[in-house]
């Protein structure tokens, strides 16, 4: 946990000029949307922006909790689920009983990606490099399902399970 807490932290400040763009989007999203900019939110995004990792609530929490005391646990849950039902943050399940968040790349353009998760170590790989192939089949499902059930898609989230590389080496 506290390695983690450590790439997490580092992640924050490495990424400051694109997490600032991401904030300023952000920002205005929900200015346009005639919510508040309050403190809390304004930090809860700056955390999210500057880091690509994905992060529970209360790793969010406690890189928060840090400069800002005064914010608490709640704040954080429902300031997350506000984002979430904005459609700014999406909430994943990797299987070890915790939600973990991630901010999707840009308002305007959708950073989409699929995870690798390996069920040993529990590590997650982003896996964003597909082949034309891939794209293909996965608008082909997307387009027999809405066809067979008369539903709109409008996204989808794909995962994999499996070992990861080090894990494979060990066993």
Wanted: proline share 1%; hydrophobic share 35%; aromatic share 6%.
């Amino acid at each position: 946990m506290a390695q983690r807490l450590l790439l997490l932290t580092v992640s924050i400040f490495n990424k400051a000029t694109m997490s600032n763009a991401k904030t300023l989007e952000l920002h205005a999203s929900l200015r346009k949307k005639r919510l508040r900019i309050t403190e809390p939110r304004r930090i809860i995004i700056d955390v999210l922006a500057g880091t690509k990792e994905h992060v529970s609530a209360e790793e969010v929490y406690m890189q928060v909790h840090k400069a800002h005391p005064n914010v608490g646990l709640t704040t954080v849950y429902r300031t997350l689920d506000l984002l979430e039902g904005m459609g700014v943050v999406t909430k994943l399940h990797f299987g070890d009983g915790r939600s973990r968040y991630e901010l999707i790349e840009s308002l305007t353009k959708l950073g989409h990606h699929h995870h690798l998760v390996c069920t040993i170590c529990k590590r997650v790989i982003d896996y964003d490099d597909f082949v034309d192939e891939e794209l293909e089949l996965l608008k082909k499902v997307e387009r027999e399902l809405s066809k067979k059930h008369g539903f709109q898609i409008t996204g989808h989230v794909i995962q994999f399970y499996g070992k990861c590389s080090r894990c494979k080496r060990e066993a």
